[in-house]
């Protein structure tokens, strides 16, 4: 393993041991700053995602999905992204300021914890 594939997995298992936040709570607890996110309810992940670009980085994103203006509340929630705010919806996320490093831990961990995203599950 590279040095580049072992930074990833320690970024994964950062990214994984963050503390869940519900997403009941208000205001958001998110920084503006870019990062990967995981959102989950209860132990089921169901999306994980990366900031590309934006001024407000993580905190602009995860509200995207509570107003319903990103693919995963269109598709999942039925453009619902209110949604999130009942039934235990949390998310935990990484600050992370390197764009391929964002774009490697996103990969990794929907490899990792959602493979039907990447059409290798049932």
């Known amino acids: 393993m590279?040095?580049?594939?072992?930074?990833?997995k320690r970024l994964f298992?950062?990214?994984?041991?963050?503390?869940?936040?519900?997403?009941?709570?208000?205001?958001?607890?998110?920084p503006s700053k870019p990062g990967v996110?995981?959102?989950c309810q209860g132990e089921t992940v169901l999306h994980i995602g990366r900031t590309l670009r934006g001024r407000s980085g993580l905190h602009?994103?995860?509200?995207?999905?509570l107003h319903?203006?990103?693919?995963?509340?269109k598709e999942y929630l039925k453009g619902r992204g209110a949604t999130?705010?009942?039934?235990?919806?949390?998310?935990q996320y990484l600050e992370l300021e390197d764009s391929r490093k964002r774009a490697l831990l996103e990969a990794y961990a929907i490899g990792t914890l959602c493979p039907k995203h990447?059409?290798?599950?049932?």
């Open 60 to 65: 602009q994103r995860l509200k995207n999905h």
């Open 13 to 30: 298992c950062e990214l994984c041991a963050q503390p869940k936040r519900l997403f009941e709570r208000q205001p958001l607890d998110a």
């Open 37 to 39: 996110y995981i959102i």
């Open 118 to 122: 990447i059409g290798l599950g049932e």
């Open 84 to 91: 999130l705010r009942e039934g235990g919806y949390a998310y």
């Open 68 to 73: 319903g203006s990103s693919s995963f509340t």
């Open 2 to 8: 590279n040095d580049e594939s072992q930074e990833v």
